[in-house]
């Protein structure tokens, strides 16, 4: 059975810093572009950041360029998004996302183009 399980989410004061890890299992996600989305109460889910399945290219949203980055360990079957500068805006329910494998090098940001989602990790900031 294909996972994908999110851990790391946490109780932070603003100004601080999270790692998140997505850790894949039941096949290897080696050659998947993989991605960050995030939902707030009452939100829609949002894309965070993309990767590229070799990891050489990414994406974010504007709100989090500069302060996030994401990054993958292939040989983990992993994938990271390190969070600093938190603010209360980035309070949300934070989910990892794997797109089929189809050789594509690049990265997506449309919910639609992945079809592999962890149950998601609560991450809160507090002023």
């Known amino acids: 059975q294909v996972q994908l399980v999110e851990s790391g989410g946490a109780l932070v004061q603003a100004g601080g810093s999270l790692r998140l890890s997505c850790a894949a299992s039941?096949?290897?996600?080696?050659?998947?572009?993989m991605a960050w989305f995030r939902q707030a109460p009452g939100k829609e889910r949002d894309f965070v950041a993309a990767?590229?399945?070799?990891?050489?290219?990414?994406s974010y949203a504007d709100s989090v360029k500069g302060r996030f980055a994401i990054s993958r360990d292939n040989a983990k079957n992993t994938v990271y998004l390190q969070m600093n500068s938190l603010n209360p805006e980035d309070t949300a329910v934070y989910y990892c996302?794997?797109?089929?494998?189809?050789?594509?090098?690049?990265?997506?940001?449309?919910?639609?183009?992945?079809?592999?989602w962890g149950q998601g990790t609560q991450v809160t900031v507090s002023s």
């Open positions: 996302a794997a797109a089929p494998n189809t050789g594509y090098i690049g990265t997506y940001n449309l919910k639609n183009k992945y079809t592999y």
């Open positions: 039941g096949r290897s996600f080696s050659s998947n572009p």
């Open positions: 990767i590229s399945w070799a990891g050489i290219s990414s």
